[in-house]
């Protein structure tokens, strides 16, 4: 039985290469011809990209048992869509309506598929404080935002003084998007009401409350991997504070300064998004002060900002992802210790995020090389033999090592690796870069065998 890994590294350089693209979101069976989704696979047609129209609601995931293939299918679906190595799964904004919507990207990015924004991207776009906190950590320019938790009136006092503005004030939802769910506060006692008649509305809401900039336009800025592709202008609707394109707003096209640029790609990249739309509102000094970063959005809208830009954003982004080098894929969090199976022997490993050189290295007692042929006895006993691949030169301890190719299996994947022989003292196995990037594993350094069990044989250095 093939592994799903194997099924996804047995590719080639495939840079450039049309791909396989899923269009992921919750629509109705009848598609509006504007909405982003829509175009989007239309782009996708024209540039001659095999593509699936997933609904989330009902879309589930399937795995051959025998052959390892993965498929996705929409509800009715028996056939379904093969997800592998030159898959491209694009999320949009309405899969943050359910948890199993989510769950679904999860399901996907277990199987090491490419996703445009990531669920944690998504789901830390989609909580306006929460994106407020993860910009406040790198210090960006913001209006002073606090939550408001419940409708009792200390409550919304407290709220009020944390802010330590004056009126107007900004009364936001915090998964609100397109303009809904935003409303001025011009006054304490319509402060108190507006609380109080959403939390009636729903009890389960969540409210913030935010320092109010006075501005005659936004911006929103559209970005695909850390590249800016577009940004436009978007002009105050008359007689409302709001800008919002969905609103009825106008916009134009609109230069943005160097303080400006840096500013969103920053933004961006703290949410770790690939395609998003940052929104802020300018500095009086645009040249020298950095914006108010109002939101990040992880499904910004295409319709708007490709009659401004008089370009297709859809083709344009369809055209980014070409380029496979910038696909992204979700990585596993695991201890810095944890248990791997290397050319079946089970045995604790140390991944070493500071170890950058080419191979592994693994433990190997009664070492010896003749010709091209390398004998060694394992950390359990057991005796060894492969062919030589090359000799590693050590700058400290000055030495050569014989490096072998050897089976490595860790999680039920199996991975070809180059693995350097010595005598190990405490681990058998020292894991580096190179794997780790292989198999997308992030190291949590607080924590040890987290998708592992822990082996009787292993030692901590």
């Known amino acids: 039985m093939k592994t799903f890994s194997e099924i996804i590294e047995a590719k080639e350089d495939s840079s450039k290469k049309p791909f396989r693209l899923v269009v992921l979101a919750d629509r109705p069976k009848t598609i509006k011809e504007n909405a982003s989704s829509t175009k989007l696979i239309k782009a996708a047609e024209k540039a001659g990209l095999d593509v699936y129209n997933c609904r989330a609601n009902g879309a589930f995931v399937m795995r051959d048992q025998d052959s390892g293939e993965v498929t996705l299918h929409n509800a009715g679906d028996d056939k379904g869509f093969v997800l592998n190595a030159d898959t491209l799964v694009i999320n949009r904004g309405s899969v943050t309506r359910k948890d199993s919507y989510l769950d679904l990207i999860s399901q996907i990015e277990r199987y090491g598929i490419a996703t445009s924004n990531s669920r944690e991207c998504i789901e830390v776009c989609a909580d306006k404080f929460r994106t407020y906190l993860r910009l406040q950590e790198i210090g960006m320019n913001q209006p002073r935002t606090v939550l408001i938790p419940n409708d009792e009136p200390e409550t919304v006092d407290i709220a009020h003084e944390a802010l330590d ?28 009401s507006q609380v109080s008649l959403i939390y009636k509305i729903d009890p389960f809401c969540d409210i913030l409350l935010q320092e109010y900039i006075e501005s005659d336009f936004d911006v929103r800025v559209v970005i695909v991997n850390r590249e800016i592709i577009g940004a436009m202008k978007r002009n105050k609707i008359t007689g409302d504070f709001r800008s919002n ?13 160097d303080v400006e640029k840096d500013a969103c790609l920053r933004a961006a990249k703290a949410v770790n998004g690939q395609w998003v739309g940052v929104d802020f509102i300018p500095a009086k000094n645009r040249d020298k002060d950095e914006p108010y970063i109002l ?6 809208g295409t319709a708007g900002i490709s009659n401004i830009i008089k370009q297709n954003v859809s083709e344009m982004v369809i055209d980014k992802y070409m380029d496979r080098d910038i696909w992204k894929y979700s990585p596993k969090e695991c201890g810095v210790l944890e248990t791997m199976e290397v050319d079946g022997e089970e045995m604790t490993a140390k991944l070493d995020t500071g170890n950058n050189t080419s191979v592994c290295s693994l433990h190997a007692e009664d070492l010896k090389v003749v010709g091209k042929k390398v004998t060694w006895t394992g950390w359990h006993g057991k005796k060894h033999s492969a062919k030589l691949v090359r000799m590693v030169e050590l700058v400290k301890p000055a030495e050569q090592r014989p490096v072998v190719s050897m089976k490595v299996n860790f999680l039920n994947t199996e991975y070809e690796q180059e693995v350097s022989l010595d005598k190990r003292n405490f681990i058998p196995f020292l894991v580096n870069r190179d794997f780790m990037k292989r198999a997308n594993l992030m190291i949590n350094p607080a924590r040890k065998f987290l998708l592992t069990n822990k082996r009787d044989d292993s030692t901590e250095e």
Request: charged share 20%; aromatic share 2%; no cysteine.
């Open 165 to 192: 503005n004056e009126f107007p004030m900004v009364l936001k939802t915090l998964q609100g998007s397109k303009g809904v769910g935003v409303i001025l506060i011009e006054t304490e006692r319509s402060l108190q």
């Open 245 to 257: 394109m969905s609103q009825g707003a106008t916009g134009d096209e609109v230069e943005l300064t």
């Open 295 to 300: 939101e990040v959005n992880h499904s910004p």
